[in-house]
């Protein structure tokens, strides 16, 4: 079993910054690749921002320039500073990770919700 809980999401006025948390726990030993997506209401999945196991980093259009994907290899937890946010960062964002079974598998954490108002 593999499982992901996020934390740090909220309510935040625009201009305003959060840190989110994911920890990677359970059956984990080939932990690949993590990161974030984000869905708005009506809108489609999209992704954030990812981090291999080497520490190399890839941001969507929305995030390059405003947050921050890193990871703490030994705690098995990848973290993401937003700054700059805007109303149009409100959405449930998502963490994942790949993991290699017999395949490269990845596991969704619950979600987190993060608000941003005007």
């Known amino acids: 079993q593999v499982q992901l809980v996020e934390s740090g999401g909220g309510l935040v006025l625009a201009g305003g910054s959060l840190r989110l948390s994911c920890a990677a726990s359970?059956?984990?030993?080939?932990?690949?690749?993590m990161g974030w997506y984000r869905q708005a209401p009506g809108m489609q999945r999209e992704s954030v921002a990812a981090i291999t196991g080497g520490g190399r980093t890839n941001y969507g259009d929305s995030a390059k320039g405003r947050f921050t994907i890193s990871r703490d290899t030994a705690k098995n937890t990848v973290y993401l500073q937003m700054n700059s946010l805007r109303p149009e960062d409100t959405a449930v964002y998502y963490c994942?990770?790949?993991?290699?079974?017999?395949?490269?598998?990845?596991?969704w954490g619950q979600g987190t919700q993060v608000t941003v108002s005007s």
């Open positions: 994942y990770a790949d993991i290699l079974k017999s395949v490269l598998v990845r596991y």
């Open positions: 359970g059956s984990i030993s080939s932990l690949n690749a």
